[in-house]
């Protein structure tokens, strides 16, 4: 199987750029990255998605690794309503592979 | 913008009883999953579908887990004889593959 590491936690000052990385050295050529967030236990709200090439959308950036081993989400401006666990999916034909997740807090 | 719903939002329910939770997922998507997550910790695969066959399980579902599509396009998930660690979030996701993964917002389940 797939497996996606994060680290467990992250700090980011407001207004400043938070990037979170992602490990999936084991992704295979046609799976997709997705990066997700939850907030108070929600459902799980889409950020970004992408199979090779960096992706840049209203919400954030993606930049994948030339050997797609690692990706990392940029929030550009990271505001206090980021705070949120990140959460770096590796969809396969089978499941979604689900990261451990980055417990994001935004402060002041 | 489509969704994915899910019923109910929240349920007790009572230690060895069964539940039944809900979802119905975008109509034209291919691939459907159930997860659970149990408060605090990681999100725990149960089962996927790809074009209405199940596609993969985990190790627990058949002990506890049974899902059907009773009309073509509901999910249904049963947990059998419910038990105090089965109190969790459960979601379901719909997609087709490379594109936008819509999960639903997910069944609150507290087993007492």
């Known amino acids: 199987d797939a497996k996606t590491t994060q680290p467990p936690s992250m700090d980011c000052a407001e207004g400043r750029a938070a990037n979170l990385p992602c490990n999936h050295s084991?992704?295979?050529?046609?799976?997709?990255v997705y990066w997700y967030r939850q907030i108070h236990s929600q459902g799980p709200q889409y950020i970004i998605h992408?199979?090779?090439n960096n992706e840049t959308n209203e919400m954030a950036s993606l930049i994948i690794t030339e050997d797609r081993k690692s990706s990392t989400l940029i929030l550009p401006h990271a505001t206090l309503r980021d705070t949120a666990v990140y959460y770096c999916?590796?969809?396969?034909?089978?499941?979604?592979?689900f990261g451990t997740g980055t417990r994001l807090q935004v402060f002041p | 913008e489509p969704e994915v719903t899910q019923t109910p939002s929240h349920q007790v329910t009572q230690m060895g009883q069964e539940v039944i939770l809900r979802c119905v997922p975008i109509?034209?998507?291919?691939?459907f999953y159930w997860y659970r997550q149990i408060l605090g910790q990681k999100v725990e695969f149960l089962v996927s579908?790809?074009?209405?066959?199940?596609?993969?399980k985990s190790e627990i579902f058949d002990d506890q887990f049974s899902v059907e599509r009773p009309d073509g396009s509901n999910f249904t998930l049963k947990i059998r004889s419910t038990k105090l660690e089965d109190s969790a979030m459960y979601f379901c996701?719909?997609?087709?593959?490379?594109?936008?993964?819509?999960f639903g917002e997910g069944s609150w389940l507290t087993v007492v």
């Open positions: 109509s034209n998507h291919l691939y």
């Open positions: 996701a719909s997609t087709n593959l490379g594109n936008t993964i819509y």
């Open positions: 992408g199979l090779k």
């Open positions: 999916i590796v969809a396969t034909t089978d499941k979604l592979i």
């Open positions: 579908f790809y074009n209405n066959e199940i596609s993969e």
């Open positions: 084991t992704i295979s050529g046609n799976e997709y």
